[in-house]
């Protein structure tokens, strides 16, 4: 797992928006969508539900520890 994706992810969270992301990183939106398949990859794990009007993450319950 790589910082600059935890960091896209983030990013995404504040900005709910991958082209915002996008623009505020210096990226393109295509880099932008793979860094986030590769980091659900690595997790194992959807972190977005995609919609047509923003990225959301999934709606599920965490537990604390």
Same mark, same amino acid.
């Given at each position: 797992m790589q910082l600059d994706h935890i960091e896209t992810f983030l990013d995404i969270i504040e900005?709910?928006?991958?082209?915002?992301?996008a623009d505020?990183?210096?990226?393109?939106?295509?880099?932008?969508s793979t860094r986030i398949?590769?980091?659900e990859s690595a997790i194992g794990s959807e972190l977005f539900q995609?919609?047509?009007r923003s990225p959301v993450p !999934?709606?599920?319950?965490?537990? !604390?520890c």
């Open positions: 900005s709910r928006n991958f082209n915002r992301t505020r990183l210096g990226l393109t939106q295509s880099t932008i398949k590769n980091l995609r919609t047509i !999934p709606e599920r319950t965490i537990s !604390p």
